[in-house]
């Protein structure tokens, strides 16, 4: 098969520069289906003077216009709704599934942005003195930039530009070199819809690209998906150079299962949290903490659960249960990270580590795995596993559950399954983390509420999604006026 061409847009121009790149693969069958073109300064430096020159057009376009397009968005990405799935499962391995899952969590990201007319409002209040009135203005910042991570190829790019171009802005999205061809999908249907040139740009690449957008004196913010070391490195170069920055990183999220749970909704939701897409997402369930007799009514089941997970290649029409994970690397880590949990004296009780997948056996595979007697300072308590992994530690009771929780570095979800609502309000309020399900596994948040990372989880100040993220693509000007000639009880009196 010839690789997938993997384009650079910048300027309203598809480029194909010869450069080196490094391989994308389809993890279902470990072959090589595009390269992706490794960017550096020059390559940012079009893209970010592009973005600038067509600032100030863009910025004046009324708002109302600028929701036109992403209305039009909206229906090219319902339209190619399929091609995006497919694209989104060959380069990132997920099931036809969670590909749709992704992306219509993606799409309500552009339907938030179909809104910015109304979410631009800022407030007023006359005669704040005798006489004078203040108004807050909202403004789009310039450039912005997007740096992707490969769990979401199309759902976390659509978490950024759509907002940030919505409120004026103009943007350079480097998406994961892992998984560039979904980006590029989603750029050529932003340019059916009408966006202008020059509006919306992709570089691709690695670390250069990503240290010359970060360094760029035009860049004016930069939003960050990705690991916890990456995510700080973002957020630390990029303050340092007077960027607005919003960096989400890595997570350990924990999920409490009480004595009272229901037990059949507390497996298929915690089966969800720990092996939808491979593991593969920074809201997965990691670590479930047993309380008391809940181990024993929930871990037979969980057991049988994991062994029923069919393992196979997600390119094709049969659909297994769960994909591959990302590359033969990313396996052997995790492979490896099971070896030191047994070997520090933790239990495998289901065993996903021999799968064989006869119709794809050079994909990246690991099947359902559940990890029992996970201690405090093992490494599988600690490290983000980001694998089909599933830990379980036992606790004596739901202060205990708490406090384990909230020893970790991380802060981005946590849950609890009970049928206990004092239970699940003590929970709620005392876990450190920042997004909270009560029996729902997956808390992640959709389009309209922010996307709340505490902690290692997340660096900045205004989060990604709802109005903290209108709020960082905007910057408020207050205007106080005045006419002379009386004030504003003189004008009543006539
Ligand atoms: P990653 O940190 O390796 O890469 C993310 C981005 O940073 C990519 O675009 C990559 O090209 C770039 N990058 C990688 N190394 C770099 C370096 N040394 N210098 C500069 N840029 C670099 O993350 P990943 O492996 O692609 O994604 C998985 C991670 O993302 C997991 O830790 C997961 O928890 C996290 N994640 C977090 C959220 C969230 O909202 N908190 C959402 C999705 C994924």
Not at 63 to 74: C, D, G, N
Not at 424 to 452: H, L, Q, S
Request: overall charge neutral.
């Amino acid at each position: 098969m010839p690789l997938s061409p993997c384009p650079l847009y910048i300027a309203g121009e598809w480029l194909t520069p010869k450069i080196p790149g490094t391989p994308v693969f389809n993890p279902s069958t470990g072959d090589v289906i595009a390269e992706c073109p490794a960017g550096g300064t020059t390559e940012v430096n079009a893209a970010v003077e592009a973005a600038q020159a067509a600032f100030p057009a863009w910025r004046d376009t009324p708002p109302v216009e600028r929701a036109r397009v992403f209305f039009k968005y909206r229906q090219l990405v319902e339209a190619n709704f399929d091609q995006l799935c497919q694209t989104v499962s060959r380069e990132h391995g997920k099931t036809n599934a969670e590909a749709r899952g992704s992306i219509f969590r993606g799409l309500e990201n552009i339907e938030y942005a179909c809104g910015i007319p109304t979410l631009l409002f800022g407030d007023s209040l006359r005669n704040i003195a005798r006489g004078v009135d203040c108004d807050t203005i909202n403004l789009p910042l310039g450039v912005c930039v997007g740096i992707t991570p490969f769990n979401f190829p199309a759902m976390v790019p659509l978490w950024m530009y759509p907002t940030a171009i919505a409120c004026g802005n103009t943007f350079v999205l480097k998406p994961s070199e892992k998984v560039p061809l979904s980006a590029v999908l989603l750029g050529q249907l932003l340019e059916q819809a009408g966006l202008p040139k020059g509006v919306f740009n992709i570089v691709h690449g690695g670390r250069a690209a990503v240290d010359a957008l970060l360094t760029h004196p035009k860049v004016r913010a930069i939003s960050f998906v990705g690991s916890t070391p990456i995510a700080k490195y973002i957020y630390d170069t990029g303050t340092k150079h007077g960027k607005r920055v919003q960096a989400n990183g890595g997570a350990k999220n924990y999920i409490v299962v009480m004595p009272d749970a229901d037990v059949g909704k507390t497996v298929e939701n915690l089966a969800t949290a720990a092996f939808g897409c491979a593991g593969e997402r920074c809201m997965a369930g990691s670590t479930a903490l047993a309380v008391g007799a809940a181990a024993d009514r929930v871990l037979p089941e969980l057991v049988k659960a994991a062994n029923a997970i069919k393992v196979g290649p997600t390119d094709r029409a049969a659909q297994p249960d769960m994909g591959p994970v990302i590359t033969g690397q990313h396996r052997d880590r995790v492979l490896s990270l099971l070896a030191t949990g047994e070997k520090e004296g933790a239990k495998i009780i289901a065993d996903g580590r021999g799968v064989k997948v006869a119709a794809a056996p050079k994909g990246f595979y690991v099947g359902a795995t559940v990890v029992d007697g996970v201690q405090n300072n093992m490494t599988l308590a600690k490290e983000e596993v980001f694998g089909p992994v599933l830990n379980v530690m036992r606790m004596d009771d739901l202060d205990a559950a708490i406090e384990q929780a909230n020893q970790s570095a991380f802060g981005n979800g946590a849950a609890i399954f009970t049928n206990n609502g004092r239970a699940a309000r003590e929970f709620t309020m005392r876990v450190k983390a920042g997004m909270v399900g009560v029996n729902v596994g997956v808390p992640a948040t959709m389009a309209m509420f922010p996307f709340t990372g505490w902690d290692d989880s997340f660096y900045g100040d205004l989060h990604i999604q709802g109005k903290e993220s209108i709020q960082f693509y905007t910057q408020q000007k207050v205007v106080s006026s005045r006419w002379f000639g009386g004030d504003v009880g003189d004008v009543w009196k006539k």
